[in-house]
């Protein structure tokens, strides 16, 4: 008799599953022990190497962190465009503790007439005020150039080297100044710029009344003409080019018909048109950055202001407010003075307000010898915006 007689058919399935379930433990067990037996044979070899790996994360990750940090923490604390509110117009105002300690000394410009022994000489920009494209002009295309707006011209010939967005409107805040320091000197050429200016309550109301940067001149303090200029370009001093427009014009509105003046001498009264000397935002003050590149070339073609804009520092005079005087710097300058950017950049004025993001006119010369002007607008903030001019001169420029 057979024993599976003994059974009937279910029991007889179950214990084969039941023997199948067995033969498939087995075999899973037999597989765990090859894989544990695999792993201690090559443990001692795999386990320093995996160490190894995970402290070289951990140290580039720390090192990563730690320079982020850093970066974040000199931004938040020496950045004047993060400390202030929108409608400041300057990166520039930055605390010392953010500077190394090898930083070059004062440049403190004489206090007499740059005017008196000759005219001011030409560097040999370009003639006119309009640039040409050419099938060599090429359109930025990189991703790392966070910038909206962008053009950079040769100064040697007026070709536009590189653009992006470079006819759209912007608004130009605190680049304002460029203009305002051109117009400023080119009427009062023949004055000793030692002579005494008090500052006004006028111009402190308006700063302080919009938000602007300061350059730390006080109300009924007295300065000197050249004091209002430095301290309307380095520090971006709202104080300091509203007391110089009242100083030129005699009133703000009558020096910002100037400023609209010297646009229609340049050729750019179509696409540019200024409300405010300082840059405040208003939908009425724009201009493209092809404009302002026009104005800057202007003004690095006067003396006086290439001078003014090239100082990375400037001690006003002394003042009974100020005894030792002030020292104010050009930041954009000094950050990017250590950058390798085929050349040097001599000459820059940055801006801010919220329609604008952060933006720069910079004019600079390079190891070739060529001259070149760059101005950038809406980048997302300040270093990114110095980036993106360092990043244009390596790539585009010779």
């Known amino acids: 008799m057979n024993e599976n007689d003994f059974y009937s058919e279910e029991t007889l399935r179950r214990m084969r599953e039941r023997d199948e379930r067995r033969k498939a433990n087995r075999e899973k067990i037999r597989k765990q022990n090859k894989r544990r037996e695999l792993i201690l044979k090559i443990a001692p070899k795999a386990i320093p190497a995996l160490i190894g790996i995970v402290l070289i994360v951990v140290i580039v990750t720390a090192i990563s962190s730690a320079v982020k940090k850093a970066q974040l923490k000199a931004a938040e604390s020496g950045d004047g465009e993060l400390t202030v509110s929108v409608d400041t117009l300057s990166d520039n105002a930055v605390s010392e503790n953010t500077v190394s300690e090898n930083e070059p000394e004062p440049v403190i410009p004489e206090n007499n007439n740059p005017y008196a022994a000759s005219e001011p000489e030409k560097y040999g920009l370009f003639d006119g005020y309009t640039v040409s494209y050419n099938n060599a002009s090429a359109y930025i295309t990189n991703e790392g150039i966070i910038s909206e707006y962008a053009v950079l011209i040769d100064a040697d010939t007026g070709e536009v080297i590189a653009y992006k ?67 309307a370009i380095l520090p971006s001093g709202g104080e300091a080019t509203y007391q110089l427009a009242l100083y030129v014009a005699g009133s703000h509105e009558a020096f910002v018909d100037m400023m609209n003046d010297k646009c229609e001498e340049l050729g750019i009264s179509d696409t540019s048109h200024f409300t405010n000397c300082v840059g405040v935002y208003d939908d009425n003050q724009y201009c493209t950055v092809t404009d302002m590149a026009m104005i800057l070339k202007a003004a690095v073609s006067n003396e006086l202001c290439r001078q003014v804009l090239s100082a990375h520092i400037y001690t006003t005079s002394v003042s009974d407010a100020h005894p030792e005087g002030l020292e104010i710097s050009n930041w954009f300058l000094r950050r990017i003075e250590d950058k390798d950017t085929h050349g040097e950049v001599l000459c820059a004025k940055t801006g801010y307000v919220d329609q604008s993001g952060n933006c720069a006119a910079s004019y600079s010369i390079q190891n070739s010898g060529k001259q070149y002007i760059l101005v950038s607008g809406k980048s997302w903030s300040a270093w990114r915006c110095i980036y993106d001019h360092v990043d244009i001169y390596t790539t585009y420029t010779n």
């Open 165 to 231: 967005n470079p006819d759209d409107k912007m608004y130009p805040a605190s680049m304002t100044k460029i203009l305002s320091l051109l117009v400023a000197v080119e009427n009062i050429k023949d004055e000793d710029l030692s002579v005494p200016v008090t500052i006004s309550s006028e111009a402190v109301s308006y700063a302080f009344s919009h938000d602007c940067s300061s350059a730390g001149f006080e109300e009924n303090e007295t300065v000197t003409l050249q004091d209002l200029l430095y301290g």
